[in-house]
Structure formats: C-alpha cells, structure tokens
C-alpha cells in the first residue's frame, strides 16, 4: 500500500503565476482533503473533495479551486500566487463513511513545499 | 466553530524523563480529537485518536492521551522520551457529525536534551 502520495515534492514559483499540485489518495479510499500549512503554523483546511465535487471550503479564495477524477486522485490549483501562499501544502485522503468514526479518520501525504518569490 | 488551544510553543524535555503535552479544545458537543507528529520535512503521522468511550487511549510509539470533558482537554503523554521523539506535535480535532474538516492547533514543538 503507497499510502498518500503528492507531486511534485518542491516547487518554486514567481508572484502571478499559478500552480497546481497533485495527489494520489490511499488505496480504497475516495475523499481527499487539501490543507495548507504556514511555517510555524497549524495546517488549516482549504476543500474537499468526494464524487468529484467540492463538498466543503476552508476561509480560502477563489483563487484556489480544485479537481477531484474519477481515479479519486485530486489536484490543487492556485491562480495569481501572492508571497504569503508560500506553505507546505498537504493532502488527506479517509475513506467514505455516514458520519461515523472512519470517515473522520484521514491520511496524510508528505506535502508540496510550495515558495513564492 | 471547532477550535484548538496548544499553550506550550516549545518544550524541552531530557530524554528519559516524562512528558505531557496540552491541548484544550472548543466544541458544543463530544468532538473528535487526534494528535498528529511531524518531524522536519515530513507529513503528518496520525498517534492517536479519541472517538468515544475509555478517556485514556494508547497510541502508537508509547504515547497516550486522556480526554476530560470537564476541563475541555485532551493531553498528550509518554512516560519517558527518546531522542528519536523530537519533532512537532499538533493537536486536532472534528466534529461528530457529518463530514467535518479537521481543526488544528498551533502546534508544540519538541526539543529532547541528552
């Protein structure tokens, strides 16, 4: 099992320009969360995605939106960077559930160092 | 709204000697509650999680945690570190109904002295 993947691992970027990361979820999992994480900060969730649609937002732009394929991979897109979207960006993917325990159960990736110049 | 007090920014701690890490949440019901680590560069590894039932769950690398609702805490403890330990510790947590984004704190970072 390969667990979470993402891509690329570091990406560096001038302001204006756009990005967009990839990621790969667990095996038999099929919602995948995006969180960014600050230096010295706590990650903080963007979206998520399940059945290929946006099911919840974070306190995040427009200028980041997402895409999730049929495979249940995902990527993250950022229009018109800015300096302070420089971050570790992190994937999460859990498996679908009702509501009950195992769907708040997520697995992370080892995250895209994104730096804004 | 879900949120996540980490008091502690750093702590050291001589390898061999007892930790606990705090975290204090906010939430109208029994949350969900999770401690991730972090070492540098890296993702996150998930130690333990609290859903319901025993307030006292063991982890993974001898950790272990208790939740008290009085006191709206879910600490973090081992009873003697390891080297190896030193990373970033966040506490998080959900809501328990329908399908909540994790909420996370700030985050406790670790030194271990020899």
């Known amino acids: 099992d390969a667990g979470v993947t993402q891509s690329p691992t570091h990406l560096i970027k001038t302001r204006g320009q756009q990005v967009t990361l990839r990621c790969s979820p667990k095996?038999?999992?099929?919602?995948v969360s995006w969180y960014q994480q600050a230096l010295g900060q706590g990650p903080q969730f963007i979206f998520q995605y399940y059945e290929e649609e946006e099911r919840q937002r974070g306190n995040f732009p427009d200028r980041f939106s997402g895409h999730q394929f049929p495979n249940y991979s995902s990527e993250l897109n950022v229009n018109a960077l800015l300096l302070g979207d420089s971050a570790l960006y992190l994937c999460?993917?859990?498996?679908?559930?009702?509501?009950?325990?195992?769907?708040?159960?997520?697995?992370f990736g080892p995250g895209t160092r994104l730096t804004v110049l | 709204a879900q949120s996540v007090t980490q008091p502690d920014i750093h702590i050291t701690v001589s390898e061999g000697a007892s930790l606990e890490l705090r975290c204090n949440y906010s939430?109208?019901?029994?949350?969900?509650l999770f401690w991730y680590v972090q070492s540098p560069g890296q993702g996150l590894q998930l130690l333990l999680k609290y859903f319901s039932g025993d307030t006292l769950v063991q982890g993974i690398k001898g950790f272990e945690a208790e939740f008290k609702r009085s006191q709206s805490s879910f600490n973090l403890r081992k009873p003697s570190v390891h080297w190896s330990d030193a990373a970033e510790y966040f506490c998080a947590v959900a809501g328990n109904t329908g399908f909540q984004k994790l909420v996370f704190g700030t985050g406790t970072r670790l030194l271990v002295s020899p």
């Open positions: 095996s038999g999992h099929d919602t």
């Open positions: 939430y109208g019901a029994t949350p969900y």
């Open positions: 999460a993917s859990s498996p679908s559930g009702t509501g009950g325990a195992s769907y708040n159960e997520q697995f």
